[in-house]
């Protein structure tokens, strides 16, 4: 681990031979971290760790500090009380571009480039990082997320469904082998059987490669279909955190048991319609 007072920055490399399969999954922490907008307190003394290997889940309503934190991690935004760590390396000491090439990010929208063909949007990350052959590790990403690329590769995003769009926004985000990837409401755009089907083909995903992942999410329910752990998230703070099970059999505050049992109410209505 680097010393928070250290000022000179190092490359983070996963340290894996170009030819691996499976990306080393990186553990992720906060600790103590504060961060503020003019006189709006958007994180207050947020401490959480994400363990290798796992998916978070960030859970609360709109301005809660959910991308705040999320965005934390990959240094868009910057500490201004506290400390992040990637790989029990202080991100301050990491020079920021290293960082976020090693970490993949798929907002909601998908953020493809739309004048750009989807083997190039997946490529991107490959190409800056100088990999041997960044065309066949944007076909092994789009295989590994169910896109053929002998009929995706040359298409434009305009020409892709919803849920294709975000199946390539995921390949692209792993294309590199990163060891985590943060997902900014990422399905929450879709129709609900594009949603579906793209939920289950990114568990797959995961399960099969065991990258660490932390998501941003107003839906509970999503939540529990994808994640280890979940943190709650209210103004600026963790309420709780913890498995869903804990959640429902624990809550730690009124508000933790309200959003539980909104969302078991939902499922409910859903199952008896």
């Given at each position: 681990?680097?010393?928070?007072?250290?000022?000179?920055?190092?490359?983070?490399?996963?340290?894996?031979?170009?030819?691996?399969?499976?990306?080393?999954?990186?553990?992720?922490?906060?600790?103590?971290?504060?961060?503020?907008?003019?006189?709006?307190?958007?994180?207050h003394d947020i401490t959480i760790a994400v363990p290798a290997g796992t998916?978070?889940?960030?859970?609360?309503?709109?301005?809660?500090?959910?991308?705040?934190?999320?965005?934390?991690?990959?240094?868009?935004?910057?500490?201004?009380?506290?400390?992040?760590?990637?790989?029990?390396?202080?991100?301050?000491?990491?020079?920021?571009?290293?960082?976020?090439?090693?970490?993949?990010?798929?907002?909601?929208?998908?953020?493809?480039?739309?004048?750009?063909?989807?083997?190039?949007?997946?490529?991107?990350?490959?190409?800056?990082?100088?990999?041997?052959?960044?065309?066949?590790?944007?076909?092994?990403?789009?295989?590994?997320?169910?896109?053929?690329?002998?009929?995706?590769?040359?298409?434009?995003?305009?020409?892709?469904?919803?849920?294709?769009?975000?199946?390539?926004?995921?390949?692209?985000?792993?294309?590199?082998?990163?060891?985590?990837?943060?997902?900014?409401?990422?399905?929450?755009a879709l129709d609900a059987i594009s949603r579906s089907e793209v939920l289950?083909?990114?568990?797959?995903?995961?399960?099969?490669?065991?990258?660490?992942?932390?998501?941003?999410?107003?839906?509970?329910?999503?939540?529990?279909?994808?994640?280890?752990?979940?943190?709650?998230?209210?103004?600026?703070?963790?309420?709780?955190?913890?498995?869903?099970?804990?959640?429902?059999?624990?809550?730690?505050?009124?508000?933790?048991?309200?959003?539980?049992?909104?969302?078991?109410?939902?499922?409910?209505?859903?199952?008896?319609?």
């Amino acid at each position: 681990m680097t010393g928070g007072g250290v000022s000179s920055t190092t490359s983070l490399s996963n340290q894996r031979p170009e030819s691996a399969r499976f990306p080393v999954a990186l553990a992720l922490r906060v600790t103590q971290f504060t961060h503020r907008y003019a006189q709006t307190t958007a994180l207050h003394d947020i401490t959480i760790a994400v363990p290798a290997g796992t998916l978070l889940a960030l859970v609360g309503e709109s301005g809660s500090g959910k991308t705040t934190l999320l965005r934390a991690f990959n240094r868009t935004i910057e500490p201004q009380a506290g400390c992040v760590f990637v790989d029990e390396r202080d991100v301050t000491t990491v020079d920021p571009v290293a960082l976020r090439r090693s970490i993949g990010y798929v907002p909601q929208s998908g953020g493809l480039l739309p004048h750009w063909n989807v083997g190039r949007n997946v490529a991107l990350v490959p190409t800056l990082t100088q990999h041997a052959d960044p065309a066949r590790a944007a076909r092994s990403a789009l295989e590994l997320c169910g896109l053929s690329p002998t009929t995706f590769y040359d298409r434009y995003p305009h020409e892709l469904s919803g849920g294709q769009r975000q199946r390539v926004a995921i390949a692209r985000a792993l294309a590199a082998q990163q060891g985590a990837v943060l997902l900014d409401e990422s399905f929450s755009a879709l129709d609900a059987i594009s949603r579906s089907e793209v939920l289950d083909a990114f568990a797959s995903i995961r399960a099969e490669l065991g990258f660490t992942a932390v998501l941003v999410t107003h839906d509970l329910g999503e939540a529990v279909r994808l994640a280890d752990a979940i943190a709650v998230m209210r103004a600026g703070r963790i309420e709780q955190t913890g498995t869903f099970h804990d959640l429902v059999e624990h809550a730690a505050s009124p508000y933790v048991a309200a959003l539980v049992d909104r969302a078991r109410a939902s499922a409910r209505l859903l199952a008896e319609a």
